[in-house]
Structures are given as structure tokens and as C-alpha cells.
């Protein structure tokens, strides 16, 4: 492939017209680059971006190891500095995609076309300083049983307890199994649960429909004594309410309440 950053100008034998193209700041897609095998493994360097040179297109394969992470990123080495931009990247047979940050952003000059399906072209903005690099890194994690249980159940539900981590392990981490019960179970009611467990203190030595309002009851609260000066006495004969209230008195221990 001939890249050229002017006109070309091709006259067909034998055909009398005269085809023009112009190619202007952009490369197509020429060099497949692939990520270092392993991990640790030295970086993979795209020699072909430049400083204020014009924008480039590579063709990098899909990562299809289901542990594996291949990265994308500017590097920079000035004054003995170590600087890094992320780019790109592809994980466990995902595809190409822009990384977080500088080169999200559309005005980036960064466009990364994954219609091949297992490669991507992937256009690289000129480079826009001396030391500086795009380079391919491979990675690879693999996480335990429990940790990927407990990542699962933390993205589908409120909060994973121990036992329902160990019992997830135990089936082999069986998501779509897992997913299958939880779908099977009667629905519940959030305000039956609440009114089960709420337990509010009570200013009043009886409130109806509280919960625990019995003696017997689950999740019972009572006091250590048998009223307060809130409580009401109702005079139904002169129809008015006699509020209770303690005092002190000379001589004798204690309290004694009055009904006023």
C-alpha cells in the first residue's frame, strides 16, 4: 500500500478518463499489531504514530483470553519521568474500546472501529511531543472462587452475606442457576418486613397497632414503670382531660403523682 499525503493522479490505459484521490492527515489501516503474549512480557511500541505527523490507523486482534487485558496507552519518558495516558483497551473477548480519561473525549482525534468482529482499527492521534510512544501491555488476572462470587452477588443484590457466598462457590458458580431461583421465589413485601422489625420508642405507655404491643410479642418493648407525665386521664362526667404529675414531698421517699 502506497500512503501519500497529496494527490495521486492514475490515467487508465485503454480508458478515457482520469481518476483523482486524495488522501489528507489520515493512514489506513496497513500494520497489525498484536499484545505481548504474556504478561511482564516487554511492551508492543506502534512505531508508525509521529510528532505532529498526521493520524494513523493499526489493526490490533481482540483479546480472547477470558483472564486477560490488553491496554493501549501513550507513553511519555522526559527529564526521567514516566508518564502514561490510557487509551485504548480489550479484555476477555470484548472489543476495542476508549479508555477513561484524555483520549475519551471526541475532539481526542482517537476512533476505534471493531467491524472486523476479532480485529479492530484503531486511529491514533499524532503524537504531540518528543519521547513520547504508543505502546501495546498485556495483563492477566484470574480471581478465586469466593471473590468472584461475592463481585457477582454485590452487582445483584443489596449485600451478599457468608452463606450465600459459600453456597454460590458450592454450586460452581452457577449465575444463570443462582438467577433462576431468585426469579422462583413468592415475592415479598417490603412493608410487611418493615412492620415486622420496626420498633419505635413510644412517648405513651400504649399506642394501638404498634408493633410488640404485647407482652408476649415479638420485638416487645416496656418500660420500668407504669406511666408518665404525659399520660392523659379522661374526666368523661365534665368532659375535659386531668394531666398526671410527680412531686417531691417533705417526708416521704420517692415520688407521689397527682391528677390535676
Not at 513520547?132 to 443484590?157: C, D, G, M, V, W
Not at 452463606?163 to 458450592?170: F, K, N, P, Y
Request: charged fraction near 20%; include cysteine.
Amino acid at each position: 500500500l502506497l500512503l501519500h499525503t497529496g494527490p495521486i493522479m492514475k490515467l487508465h490505459q485503454g480508458l478515457n478518463f482520469l481518476f483523482v484521490s486524495t488522501f489528507t492527515g489520515h493512514t489506513l489501516a496497513q500494520t497489525t499489531y498484536t499484545c505481548p503474549a504474556t504478561p511482564g512480557a516487554p511492551a508492543t511500541q506502534v512505531s508508525e504514530a509521529t510528532v505532529n505527523g498526521p493520524s494513523v490507523t493499526v489493526r490490533i486482534p481482540v483479546v480472547n483470553d477470558p483472564d486477560g487485558l490488553c491496554t493501549l496507552v501513550r507513553h511519555n519518558v522526559t527529564g526521567g519521568g514516566n508518564q502514561r495516558a490510557p487509551v485504548a483497551r480489550s479484555y476477555a473477548n470484548h472489543p476495542w474500546e476508549k479508555s477513561a480519561g484524555l483520549f475519551s473525549a471526541p475532539s481526542s482525534g482517537l476512533s476505534v472501529d471493531c467491524s472486523a468482529g476479532t480485529t479492530c482499527d484503531v486511529t491514533l492521534p499524532a503524537l504531540s511531543g518528543a519521547g513520547q510512544e504508543y505502546i501495546l501491555e498485556s495483563f492477566n488476572r484470574t480471581l478465586p472462587a469466593e471473590a468472584t462470587a461475592a463481585r457477582f452477588l454485590e452487582q445483584a443484590t443489596f449485600g451478599s452475606t457468608r452463606e450465600e457466598i459459600d453456597a454460590l462457590v458450592a454450586s460452581g458458580l452457577d449465575f444463570e442457576e443462582w438467577i433462576a431461583e431468585q426469579i422462583g421465589m413468592p415475592p415479598s413485601s417490603l412493608r410487611e418486613f418493615y412492620r415486622k422489625r420496626t420498633n419505635p420508642k413510644w412517648d405513651f405507655t400504649h399506642e394501638v397497632g404498634t408493633v410488640g404491643s404485647g407482652p408476649c410479642d415479638i420485638y416487645s418493648r416496656w418500660r420500668t414503670y407504669a406511666i408518665s407525665s404525659k399520660d392523659v386521664v379522661r374526666d368523661r362526667e365534665n368532659d375535659f382531660s386531668k394531666y398526671i404529675t410527680f412531686e417531691q414531698v417533705a417526708g416521704i421517699p420517692g415520688y407521689i403523682w397527682k391528677v390535676d
